[in-house]
Nanobody
C-alpha cells in the first residue's frame, strides 16, 4: 500500500511557475512508475507526465518544454516543475503511483493560472 500526499498548488499569473511535490509513504517507492495527472472542470482526467522506476520520462504534447517531472527516491518524493504556465493549465493535479495492477492516488492539489 502506498499513501500519496500532494502539495505546492496555488494561484499563479500566466507565465509564472509552480513546483508540485508528491510525498509517498508505506511501500517501496523506487519500484513504482510515478505519474502526474490533471483534471479541469468538465473535462476528463488527463495524463500529464510520467517518470518510470528507471527514470525515463514522457509528457503530453501540451506541456512539453514547459513542465519537468523528477523523482528523489531517497526522499520518496516526485516533483512536477511547471514553467510558463497558461490559463489552460488550470486543473486539479493528481499524483499516481503505478506498478502492474496496482494504482495509488493522492487527494489532488488545485492549480489556478489567472491574472
Amino acid at each position: 500500500q502506498v499513501q500519496l500526499v500532494e502539495s505546492g498548488g496555488g494561484l499563479v499569473q500566466p507565465g509564472g511557475s509552480l513546483r508540485l511535490s508528491c510525498a509517498a509513504s508505506g511501500s517501496i517507492f523506487s519500484v513504482y512508475d510515478m505519474n502526474w495527472y490533471r483534471q479541469a472542470p468538465g473535462k476528463e482526467r488527463e495524463l500529464v507526465a510520467v517518470i518510470t522506476s528507471g527514470g525515463s520520462t514522457n509528457y503530453v504534447d501540451s506541456v512539453k518544454g514547459r513542465f519537468t517531472i523528477s523523482r528523489d527516491n531517497a526522499k520518496n518524493t516526485v516533483y512536477l516543475q511547471m514553467n510558463s504556465l497558461k490559463p489552460e493549465d488550470t486543473a486539479v493535479y493528481y499524483c499516481n503511483a503505478h506498478r502492474g495492477p496496482l494504482d495509488h492516488w493522492g487527494q489532488g492539489t488545485q492549480v489556478t493560472v489567472s491574472s
